[in-house]
């Protein structure tokens, strides 16, 4: 059983992790410099007080059996490797370390709470949940603070930055998070409780529609139909799901915000769903701009298939491609596709050994099924995993430890899935 006395340094440190998207620049040109820098500390701190515990020393060796942790070690390994061959070496020593944060986050969150797996994801998706709000307080107040002055539209999307950095991972950050308030609904007895959150998911929702980030927009229809289709799919099961109350609300809050948004912006507004829609097509300047891109990495990953330009070099050979598009000093900083930049810089071995990461925690979670329940451990896994996975292909998440941290937890409740399900 959790105790909060007992606990106190595992949930400190818990809290500073999840918080590290809320802080700021500092004074840097970009706040994820900031961001990395607090996690290392933090990391290390955290490394320095838990290796003086004996229990906790005793414990990490299991740890070492989690593949997806073994693969994503190999990875930042063969991205070291790359110092040998890189353009520029000092840049991989730059992004390396800043790898190398995951693994230990991991080690370190991977130890906590090991016989209390449900307590664990429960204390998780509180913290997670609170953090949501502090970043929706952000965003609605500038919001509200705009609207006195003028009719919003997709024009002024850009100013919605919230606690990070831009419009999209404003987005991207907030509706990763969904999934974690989605179960605390589930979880919740007082119905109080459950209908506060539920404001909670609308208002979230909503303002993901707001900010009219294509890529979230997308993740959540994805969310939304996945629940309709797993709801469909388990009452045919099992007819007393159909009564499930908890679901009704999270599945309606969902659809709500919807409605909600698509009455108060219609059709003749920009950041209506139709006109966001409507941009994603070969003319747009931005699609064309992407798609530019991935042709680029594609070509520089398969002139050097094995090995690429060394972790973390893109941005730099990324000029030699885009040399006549570059408009001023804009250089294609990311490719907007994890997987094709991380291929152009590691080769086709640095992308096997992080498509790993994300296969086995997929793979071990078809392979344990946890009963009828709707909203489930394995809920969260999969909502999560997907929103990260569609903002891995259409933005850089990897660059950026506000979607980090989510990618860290989503593995950490694969790992805690994985063994209570074996031990039961």
Known sequence: MLSIKKNLPELIFLGLFISTGLISNYGALDRIATQWLYLSVINT??????????????ESNKIFQFKPFIFLVLFIVWGFISYFYALNQEEVIVKAIRWVQLPISLFILLNFFQSD?????????????????VELYFTYSTYFQLTQ????????????????????INAASLLIKTPFLIYL???????????????????????????SSRSSIIALFFVISILIIRYIYLSARNKSIIKNTSYFLILGSLLFSVMLFSVRFNNTNSASIIKRASTVNIEDTSTQ???????????????????????????????????????GYTIPYHTHNDFLEISSELGIIGLILYLLIFIFPFLDLFQHKEGNKLINVNTIILLAGIIYFVDANLQFPHARPVMQVPFILILVLAYIQNKRLKDA
Not at 189 to 211: P, S
Request: glycine share 6%.
């Open 45 to 58: 701190l955290g490394l320095i007080y838990f290796l003086n515990d004996k229990k906790f020393i005793t």
């Open 117 to 133: 797996y449900l307590t664990y994801v429960k204390v998780i998706s509180v913290i997670v949940s609170s953090i949501l709000i």
């Open 149 to 168: 002055l003028s009719a919003y539209d997709f024009t002024y999307a850009f100013i919605l930055k919230g606690a990070t950095g831009n419009k999209n």
């Open 185 to 211: 609904i589930s979880l919740f007895k007082n119905h109080l409780f459950k209908y506060l959150l539920a404001g909670v998911l609308i208002m979230t929702t909503y303002m993901v529609f707001i900010l």
């Open 289 to 327: 701009q992407r798609l530019r891109f991935y042709q680029h990495s594609l070509d520089q990953t398969l002139n050097n298939l094995i090995i690429g330009v060394g972790l973390g070099n893109w941005k730099i050979k990324s000029v030699d491609y885009d040399k006549k598009d570059v408009v």
